[in-house]
């Protein structure tokens, strides 16, 4: 039985997916900060393909050419596709969009179509599965949003200049978006309050607050470097309206957790009514929804009054995995995709 093993490279995780016979078997995420150097890729690309064993077919996606340690997205895409090329040998075929799978000696010619397609990946997925759908998948960074229409993805800008402009991307994540990016104003003990603009806490520490936090989704080190617990993340967030959380009147702190995740939930709201206002999709298709960040979503949903398909309800997995295969949604769409070329 061919065993296939799909990868979406990101700039802070690296994911990948086994598919054997149709189903998906295994899923792993590895913390992967490119941004601090390329022998963290190395570090987790080696420790999946331990666990994974033998694969006859390897198929990549990448959002990781976006990291600063490149000068530019097409160094990024080619420095990446060289490494993997040398890690995963000459089955490795590589996402390109609209443009379908190729090989390596067309990254060149294809770098653009390569660059940061993992949305599409995974949305060409859902097209294949459902006829009419809007796809929304929100990761540790971005949340995506994009239509199915007649069994085709129907993105209004390809790139991630376009995606921008058409409220298909939107830089709003789960757990790694600094707090200064999702809003400028809180309310805070009857008041309206600004923001500092600092990295002191992320959206990681509103869910915790919150309680809605699986830590197993929040794989890198604090704003501060100090603990992952509620108590240390009241503290990051205190420091955000340039307050002490030991100040804080009970409950406080817990009101502007919710005023931020509110904000978020705004802005990725706004940017689903621009797409929506396309009138490309009919009022009953439901939303599809993936990514560390579906109980984000599911409040979405309700709030566009339509219907919900999780993405493991599209794919053939053990019951075990339907969350893992939600969170790494690019890199299963991919495995199950490139085993079917």
Known sequence: MTKTLGWDVGGAHLKAALCEG???????????????????LDASLESIL??????????????????DIFPHRKAGVEALSKILTGRLGETLRFHAGDKGFVAAESIPDQWDRVAS??????????????????????????????????GKVAFGGFTDAERLGAGELVYQGYT?????????????????????????????????ILGVLDESDDQHPTADGQAKTAEASRARLARMIGRDAFDAAPGTLERTAEA????????????????????????DAPVVIAGA??????????????????????????????DDVCRAAPAVALALLGAAA
């Open 260 to 283: 931020f995740a509110e904000a978020q939930i705004r802005r990725i709201h706004d940017a689903a009514l621009l797409v929506s206002s396309r009138g490309t999709l009919s009022e």
């Open 22 to 40: 149709g189903e998906i078997v295994k899923v792993w995420q590895e913390p992967t900060p490119l941004w601090k150097g390329l022998d963290h």
């Open 117 to 150: 397609a993992n949305w599409h990946a995974s949305a060409a997925l859902v097209a294949a599965r459902i006829e009419e759908a809007l796809f929304l998948d929100m990761g540790s960074t971005t949340t995506d949003i994009v239509p199915v229409k007649d």
């Open 50 to 67: 331990t666990k994974a064993g033998p694969v006859e077919r390897h198929a990549v996606t990448m959002t990781g050419e976006l990291t």
């Open 293 to 322: 960040g579906r109980p984000v979503l599911r409040r979405l949903a309700a709030r566009l009054d339509r219907g919900v398909v999780d993405f493991a309800d599209l794919v053939e997995c053990r019951s075990s995995l339907r």
């Open 176 to 208: 790694r978006t600094a707090l200064m990016s999702v809003a400028s104003h809180v309310p805070n003990e009857g008041r309206v309050t600004p923001i500092m603009a600092e990295f002191f806490a992320t959206m990681a520490d509103v869910q915790r």
